[in-house]
C-alpha cells in the first residue's frame, strides 16, 4: 500500500510539473506580439489563395528600421472571378477602409485612388508594395499597415500584429479580418460590392 500511495503522489507531482510547463509556454506565446504557428500561416494563405472574387494569391511583409513604424507589406492580388472588377478599397480590420495607395518610379505617381489603378479583368494579378530592395519589384505601389488604429486614405488600420524590428524575430502582419470593396461589371451594369475574409496572416522578413 505504501509503494502506491508513493506512485500516486509521484505521478500528481509530475502531472503539476508538465500543467505548470503547459501554462508557462502558453504565457510566453501571449507575451510575445507577431507570434503565429506555421500551420496557421499556411491556413491563412491557403483560405486567400482560393478566395473570390479578390484573392491573394502571394505576401509578404516587413518593417523599415531606419523609420520604425512603416510597416509596407507585399500583397499579389488576382481577379478569380467571371467578370471584370475595380478594387476601390481595402477594408481593415476596424471597419474602415483605405482608398488610396502611394506610387513611385511607376505611373501614375503621387497619391493614387484605388479605383484609378486596381481594374482587374478575369485572371489578371496586379500588387500593391514598395519595390527597389523591399521586395525586388520595379515599381512602388504601397499602403501602410498599423496596429489598432483606423483605416483611411494610405492606411489599413486594424492590424492585431506587424513586423518588429528584429532581424531573428521579425514576428507576423496579422489582421483577423480583412477585405475590399470593389466593383463589378456584368452585362454592362455596375454593381458595387465588399467582399470582407477571414484572418490575413503574413510571415514577415527580416527588417529593410
Do not use: H
Request: hydrophobic letters at 40%; charged letters at 10%; one cysteine or more.
Amino acid at each position: 500500500m505504501q509503494l502506491r500511495a508513493q506512485g500516486a503522489t509521484e505521478y500528481l507531482v509530475l502531472l503539476a510539473i508538465v500543467l505548470i510547463v503547459a501554462l508557462v509556454s502558453v504565457a510566453l506565446l501571449g507575451f510575445f506580439p507577431g507570434m503565429a504557428s506555421d500551420s496557421q500561416i499556411a491556413q491563412s494563405q491557403m483560405y486567400w489563395k482560393s478566395a473570390s472574387p479578390i484573392a491573394i494569391v502571394d505576401s509578404a511583409a516587413r518593417i523599415s528600421s531606419t523609420t520604425v513604424g512603416d510597416m509596407l507589406p507585399y500583397l499579389l492580388f488576382r481577379n478569380t472571378g467571371m467578370y471584370p472588377i475595380r478594387i476601390t478599397g481595402i477594408v481593415g480590420a476596424d471597419g474602415g477602409k483605405a482608398t488610396q495607395f502611394m506610387s513611385l518610379n511607376c505611373a501614375p505617381t503621387g497619391t493614387v485612388n484605388f479605383n484609378d489603378y486596381y481594374y482587374l479583368a478575369p485572371g489578371e494579378e496586379k500588387y500593391i508594395a514598395p519595390g527597389g530592395a523591399w521586395y525586388g519589384l520595379p515599381c512602388y505601389r504601397y499602403i501602410y499597415s498599423v496596429v489598432g488604429g483606423t483605416s483611411s486614405g494610405t492606411t489599413v488600420g486594424g492590424a492585431s500584429s506587424v513586423c518588429q524590428n528584429s532581424s531573428t524575430s521579425p514576428g507576423t502582419l496579422d489582421y483577423k479580418s480583412i477585405g475590399f470593396e470593389y466593383i463589378t461589371y456584368i452585362d454592362g451594369q455596375q454593381i458595387t460590392k465588399k467582399q470582407i475574409g477571414k484572418e490575413l496572416i503574413v510571415k514577415c522578413m527580416p527588417p529593410i
